[in-house]
């Protein structure tokens, strides 16, 4: 899906916590004080094909390092962003601001 959209388009994931089980199940569940199994629910969608998965706990630490190598390798395109010494455009923003105060206006 990635590979698809890699000229042109956008793929959107989410990711859901769930239990796949019915509200009713959950109730009777917690009435019987035994602990519910949460999932991940993971959802990638290119706006035409949408694919899902669910994984457990057990599965997660492992899927998390598969997913950020795949982000990582398909993020070529991003630019990086320029950024500007702190100090220095603090003490340029002081200089203008002292500046536009301090001058006088002439008389004619």
């Known amino acids: 899906m990635f590979e ?3 000229e042109k388009g956008s793929v959107w994931v989410t990711l859901k916590r769930s239990s796949l089980k019915s509200k009713l199940q959950k109730r009777k569940l917690s009435a019987a ?3 519910i199994e949460y999932r991940c629910l993971i959802r990638a969608t290119d706006a035409k094909k949408t694919i899902s998965t669910s994984v457990g ?3 997660h630490q492992r899927f998390q390092a598969s997913y ?3 982000l990582k390798a398909h993020m070529t395109a991003l630019k990086k962003r320029e950024r500007k010494d702190r100090k220095k455009s603090t003490e340029a923003d002081k200089k203008e601001s002292t500046s536009s105060t301090t001058t006088k206006p002439k008389k004619l």
């Open 57 to 59: 706990a057990k599965d």
């Open 4 to 6: 698809k959209s890699k």
């Open 33 to 35: 004080g035994e602990s």
């Open 68 to 70: 950020a190598t795949i």
